[in-house]
């Protein structure tokens, strides 16, 4: 195909004989000479494919030596292969550089080469025919990390140890081959570059290591404040130091950089954005965020540039996914009556109609085709997983779930498989049989559900059997399925308060004893009753457990004291757990009371397990499902069962041992969580920590008994007590069903084998969970064990087994028919993207209890390229080697894979704690689609752009720096936080009309809640963030951020588009790490 290039200044445009195409290709010739120019395309359609091609090209002076690409070995991700060693012989380890120099961003790998025997031998061998093995990840994080210490230079070696990259294979000859530019170091054109160091000779023939510049390509430039760095007047390059191996070292640290200036210093002139592909700021004024606002290219800030940048604007955005999908789909009935059709997005708003399978709200896919062999399913390596959210929140526009009730027939069901009568059924023989569709067994009709069929096969009461006719139903369960063959009794709640020392003087004690008198108003109930039938009770502790007899006859309640933790035994039945409308007078007076009883209390020292123990004993003893809510702030010190020690050792980071931080420190908590679960006790846990309370070991019983875990780090009474009272709030009042089994079955051909969620599972079928609320969900993994038809499909049932509120035993039935296919082309076309992140999330943060995270990020790379790889052999029309090919289902995989290698559980960061990465790793765990997509490609919303006559959310944009702009005001929200970032010219009537001050100077930024003013803009804002939060079940704590003040550094951290502050590559970057990988395996 004749390329001509059109020249426009320093970009170009590729024109080809057909017209535009929807091709992104770096164009240069095969010869590679120096000097050369590149050209991008602009205005790239995306339709079905996104590509991306190189034929190699080089830089000019005076950064004319190659540079390597960036090879998975090692992914460092956010500082992979330092080009000043290139030129590694086999072998020989390479460190980092000496600011962890990213990948040229921007620049496509080259075509690869033909390997020699010592590069990605691993690749070789599975051209061969060999299980693909997993790349190495990348080397410790530490060493780079020293390089990016927040308001400090660093004075340590930023080259890791021999030992730390031992495993590291070598790209040898590879990456010489590899002719990449940098796009950070303002590579200008001889004669325009800024004043600086002088131009190094340029070299012609075989390519050397690049000399260390005074700032690496692609090198992570440090947070606000802003700095000039590598800015007008830097200093002549020093003279490389060597080291012994023979490979440049880096220059002494201090001429490497300047660290940027502490607040109350100058700060210079404009706030260049911190990312390095912005070259050298010049001298003189300048617009702090090029391109303006929102999300127009971004032009260049410094001096012209020979080399441009991959434009972020040419690659996928989530936001135009998202727009195209909401644009098409929004606002419209989608009607489940087709076989594997894929539903809309997650982030599309419809009505969903259920005419034969489960809504989308219950059950998501990866894929809404499967393929037809396991052979084919290896091939792809695309997840075959549904995430199912079984007691999902349905909007009043949609039809709420029929019960079917049978009275003691109870279900009918296939007698060899069990599967629930649905409408994967077929009738046969005049309606007196019928063939199940899960295994094929054909079952008589029970007399009594026995109908005539009409002309086409189908019974003459389709229509009016909720489980002939929907995809999803409930059904009243009979005594059969209830615990020793009688009905449950109604749940109770308890209320557990740790009262020690702490909790009395923060006040945190006198604001829940308050806040229960106005919840326990609203306990849940069944639908057509009018009082719940949920029964309450109370108990307080610290080293030694308090329980109160609230009896409704009482004048004034009692209190029995259980000093013996190790045996925790109940001290009253009568009297514990009452009736709130009852006994209302009595709790309200112990609420009062519980504040002042402990007031000169001393005690500091805590236990926790016998606090569960106590509770689980008290739900046995009354013999009823429930849940247990426990208020608790400390290290449980004192001497009892579960006794924790302060094991918080940041020695382990980044080592093989690093996955003991993510495991409980005592299998106490393993057998109890097992106890509970058996006798229907679930636990969820308000924490209130200020240092250290191992998360990972209290959270487990609240994680294995389906209950949610809350943490509010250093509980402030006047800025954190509305987010916690919103998620007591919600908490309470939320749809939960108690004493869950689940089973999953699968129509034959294949079944389920992995569960990752909220649950206990004493054998591989049945899914225990003491309890299940509307925002659990549980991702469910499939494999084959024989062929699939692609007349029969692949078909799933989920069914429920619990007990209501009201103390009813009840099944809950879902049910979905997906395609199943021989072709390749059609398991891609239905994917779902953010079903699979998902699904990868989850069996990732699972890997992390017993594999080392390096390991876990290989294999997600490593996967990600297997199945792109896949597609691009087997589904893309013929097209250079060296093009990027991504299917249109998944063109926002490498976005969201990166967001999820970036995220504090696989990437470890100096400055998050281990329990909060505990914490987010346990949350994850339960995250349906909707939640995990947030989560990890957060919302990014320009308020200063609002139309306060409208009630529609401004368009979202992408998550990067370069689309923030000074003037602008910017919500961000990820389902955990949200933050409402100020740029430096915000207008003034904005900051008015949000804050109620003349200026920006003026704004607090301590405050949680923004003031209730009566105009506009603040009306507007407020009912933005409302809707936001309403869909999620974690109240998010709103953070006021300033451009250039210290805390924008947390704020940054959900930039997920660009580089990570410390590790963790830009999009850009990664994608470039994720072609590479491609190229290796198609050769």
Known sequence: MEHQRLTSGDSGVVWTKEGWESRLILLSGKGQQSYKKCFFCRAIPWNDIFIMSQQGYVATPPYSQSQPGIGLSPPHYGHYVDPSHAGSPPGMMKPAGPLGAAVPGGMLPQGPSHPGPHQFGQNGAHAQGHPPQRFPGPPPVNSAASSYAPYSPSTQSSYPSPASTSSITQLGSQLNAMHINSYGSGMAPPGQGPPGPPPAPSFQGPPRPLQPSIMQPGSQVLPPPPTTLNGPGASPLPPSTHRQDGFPGPAPLNTQYQPPPLPGQSLGTGYPPQQANYGPQMAGGQLSYPGGFPGGPAQMAGPPQLQKKLDPDSIPSPIQVIENDRATRGGQVYATNTRGQVPPLVTTDCVIQDQGNASPRYIRCTTYCFPCTSDMAKQAQIPLAAVIKPFATVPSNETPLYLVNHGENGPVRCNRCKAYMCPFMQFIEGGRRYQCGFCNCVNDVPPFYFQHLDHIGRRLDHYEKPELSLGSYEYVATLDYCRKNKPPNPPAFIFMIDVSYSNIKNGLVKLICEELKTVLEKLPKEEQEETSAIRVGFITYNKVLHFFNVKSNLAQPQMMVVTDVGEVFVPLLDGFLVNYQESQSVIHNLLDQIPEMFADSNENETVFAPVIQAGMEALKAADCPGKLFIFHSSLPTAEAPGKLKNRDDKKLINTDKEKILFQPQTNVYDALAKDCVAHGCCVTLFLFPSQYVDVASLGLVPHLTGGTLYKYNNFQMHMDSQQFLNDLRN?????????????????????????????????????????????????????????????????????????????????????????????????????????????????????????????????????????????????????????????????????????????????????????????????????????????????LLPIHTLDIKSTTLPAAIRCSEARLSEEGIFLLANGLNMFLWLGVSSPPELIQGIFNVPSFAHVNTDMTLLPEIGNPYSQTLRMIMSIIQQKRPYSMKLTIVKQREQPEMVFRQYLVEDKGLYGGSSYVDFLCCVHKEICQLLN
């Open 731 to 939: 908490d309470i009042e939320k749809k939960i069903g108690f004493d869950a089994i689940m089973r999953v079955r699968t129509s034959t051909g294949f079944r389920a084998t992995d569960f990752f969620g909220g649950i206990f599972m004493n054998n591989t079928t049945d899914v225990e969970m003491a309890a299940i609320d509307c925002d659990k969900a549980v991702t469910v993994e499939f494999k084959h064990d024989d062929k699939l038809g692609e007349d029969s499909g692949a078909l799933i049932q989920c069914a429920v087994l619990y007990t209501t509120v009201g103390g009813q035993r009840r099944l809950r039935i879902h049910n979905l028919g997906l395609n199943c296919s021989s072709q390749l082309a059609d398991l891609y076309k239905s994917c779902e993207t953010d079903a699979l992140i998902n699904f990868f999330a989850k069996s990732a943060f699972k890997a992390v209890l017993y594999q080392p995270l390096k390991v876990i990020r290989e294999i997600l790379v490593n996967q990600t390229a297997h199945m792109l790889a896949c597609y691009r052999k087997n589904c893309a029309s013929p097209s250079a080697a060296s093009q990027l090919i991504l299917p249109d289902s998944m063109k926002v995989l490498p976005v969201y894979m990166n967001c999820l290698l970036k995220n504090c559980v696989l990437l470890s960061r100096p400055e998050i704690s281990t329990d909060e990465r505990a914490y987010q790793r346990q949350l994850v765990m339960t995250m349906d689609v909707a939640d995990s997509q947030l989560f990890f490609y957060p919302q």
